[in-house]
């Protein structure tokens, strides 16, 4: 079992900064990636941006070049830096965990934090 908490979410102007954080507890080294996510009103929950326990990232391509993903040494706690925020990246942004199980995965979500970017 896997807990993660969220924080950094909140409001900032169109071309400001956030920096997100996810605290991992619990089977922590039970998980092979990790990622943010996120869900706008009206939309599907979209992939942001995601990190394997090799270091290899991913990153929708809406948000190249100005998000950066990483991780603490431990491997307990996951960033997400965002620079030159946009209306549209407003959204509730998840923080996700992936474990493997069978010959699928598991997978743990955070509770969510907030993301509003005013224009």
């Known amino acids: 079992q896997v807990q993660l908490v969220e924080s950094g979410g909140g409001l900032v102007q169109a071309g400001g900064s956030l920096r997100l954080s996810c605290a991992a507890s619990?089977?922590?080294?039970?998980?092979?990636?990790m990622g943010w996510y996120r869900q706008a009103p009206g939309k599907q929950r979209e992939l942001v941006a995601a990190i394997t326990s090799g270091g290899s990232t991913n990153y929708a391509d809406s948000v190249k070049g100005r998000s950066t993903i990483s991780r603490n040494n431990a491997r307990d706690t996951v960033y997400l830096q965002m620079n030159s925020l946009k209306p549209e990246d407003t959204a509730v942004y998840y923080c996700n965990a992936r474990i493997p199980s069978s010959a699928s995965y598991s997978y743990y979500w955070g509770q969510g934090t907030q993301v509003t970017v005013s224009s």
């Open positions: 619990g089977s922590i080294f039970s998980i092979n990636a």
